[in-house]
């Protein structure tokens, strides 16, 4: 099973995600409490200075930006959280290794893939239109509207979570479609037939490929 998430557009949604994120940094600044669209917009700012550094689309200059970027996404992103949610009631069945090792392997596969594309920002705006919490406030949605240059508006929600004193990003949606729930499609396709170690090894092949294609 390939391990290509596609939305009913046929566009690739964690491309899109990227997009959102860096677009999210082109609002209006928000209040000083660091809520979960401050901390958003805080940490997709400081990813939109290194891409935008004129070493960002030079590959032999690019690497200590990158690095940069990969602190910023891990930072707001908790990917341990997007894999045990990812995976589904079997992650119950991974050992702590396991579980180490897959979301190490997952996160390598979306920075591998998606983080190129960042390049291909050119200015969309994006609209924040709304904020739901949950009835115990553990949870909180982002609503934002990305408007493109051909005025195509597309519908990109951030999922977050409070966690070790700050908001993380746990899920993303766009065009009603949940990042989280498109990949547990195909991992638990993989997972009927083969084990926690063999998906993991199935996720890491693929984000090493990726990775060797783009220093080609």
């Given at each position: 099973?390939?391990?290509?998430?596609v939305?009913r557009s046929?566009l690739?949604?964690?491309?899109?995600l990227v997009a959102?994120?860096?677009?999210?940094a082109?609002?209006?600044?928000?209040?000083?409490?660091?809520?979960?669209?401050q901390t958003?917009?805080?940490?997709?700012s400081?990813?939109?200075d290194?891409?935008k550094n004129?070493d960002?689309?030079?590959?032999?200059?690019r690497?200590?930006?990158r690095?940069?970027?990969e602190?910023?996404v891990?930072?707001?992103?908790d990917?341990?959280e997007f894999?045990?949610?990812t995976?589904?009631?079997?992650?119950r069945s991974?050992?702590?290794?396991?579980?180490?090792?897959f979301s190490?392997?997952?996160?390598?596969l979306l920075?591998n893939?998606?983080?190129?594309?960042?390049?291909?920002?050119?200015?969309?705006?994006?609209a924040?239109?709304?904020?739901?919490a949950?009835?115990?406030g553990?949870r909180?949605?982002?609503?934002?509207v990305?408007?493109?240059?051909?005025?195509?508006k597309?519908p990109?929600?951030?999922r977050?979570?409070?966690?070790?004193?700050?908001?993380r990003v746990?899920d993303v949606?766009?065009?009603?479609?949940s990042?989280?729930?498109n990949y547990?499609t195909?991992?638990?396709?993989i997972?009927?037939?083969?084990?926690?170690?063999?998906?993991?090894?199935k996720?890491?092949?693929?984000a090493?490929?990726?990775?060797?294609?783009?220093?080609?």
């Open positions: 099973m390939r391990l290509v998430p939305s046929g690739f949604l964690p491309a899109c959102a994120l860096l677009l999210a082109t609002s209006p600044a928000v209040a000083a409490a660091p809520g979960p669209r958003l917009e805080t940490a997709i400081r990813v939109l290194n891409i004129p960002w689309v030079n590959p032999a200059t690497g200590p930006l690095r940069k970027v602190d910023e891990f930072h707001v992103f990917f341990g894999s045990s949610r995976v589904g009631p079997r992650w991974f050992t702590p290794e396991q579980k180490k090792r190490d392997a997952f996160a390598e920075l893939t998606y983080l190129n594309k960042v390049t291909g920002y050119n200015g969309e705006q994006v924040y239109v709304g904020e739901m949950a009835p115990d553990r909180v949605e982002v609503q934002t990305i408007t493109m240059k051909d005025g195509k597309t990109v929600n951030y977050m979570l409070p966690k070790d004193g700050s908001w746990y949606i766009i065009e009603n479609i990042l989280v729930k547990r195909q991992f638990q396709g997972l009927n037939t083969a084990t926690p170690d063999q998906l993991t090894a996720v890491l092949e693929k090493n490929e990726v990775r060797e294609q783009q220093s080609k």
